[in-house]
């Protein structure tokens, strides 16, 4: 079994910062991909960035220039830097890996965390 914990949402004010975190724990031989989403009250989940394997990183027109993924391999951790946050970036955001285990690939998902963005 894996885990993943997100943390660091919360309030900010336009054009201020957060960065969200995503712990993983568990059965984890090797972690294969790492994505951001989102969702906003009333809309689907929107993919907001993904990191692969190798490193190259790839960012939804929302937000592109404006958030940086990244990660700690030695701490299983995923990042997600938002920076000139907007209204419009108010949403749950969730962590989303596909985990190798002793059971095969498999995608894992977060609780979500909530980040809100208003003055």
């Known amino acids: 079994q894996v885990q993943l914990v997100e943390s660091g949402g919360g309030l900010a004010q336009p054009g201020g910062s957060l960065r969200l975190s995503c712990a993983a724990s568990?059965?984890?031989?090797?972690?294969?991909?790492m994505h951001w989403y989102r969702q906003a009250p009333g809309k689907g989940r929107e993919e907001v960035a993904l990191?692969?394997?190798?490193?190259?990183?790839i960012y939804g027109d929302a937000v592109r220039g404006r958030f940086t993924i990244s990660r700690d391999n030695d701490k299983n951790m995923l990042y997600l830097q938002m920076s000139s946050l907007k209204p419009e970036d108010t949403a749950i955001y969730y962590c989303n890996q596909f985990i190798y285990t002793t059971r095969g690939a498999e995608e894992y998902w977060g609780q979500g965390t909530q980040v809100t963005v208003s003055s």
């Open positions: 990191l692969t394997k190798e490193g190259t990183a």
């Open positions: 568990g059965d984890i031989l090797s972690i294969l991909t």
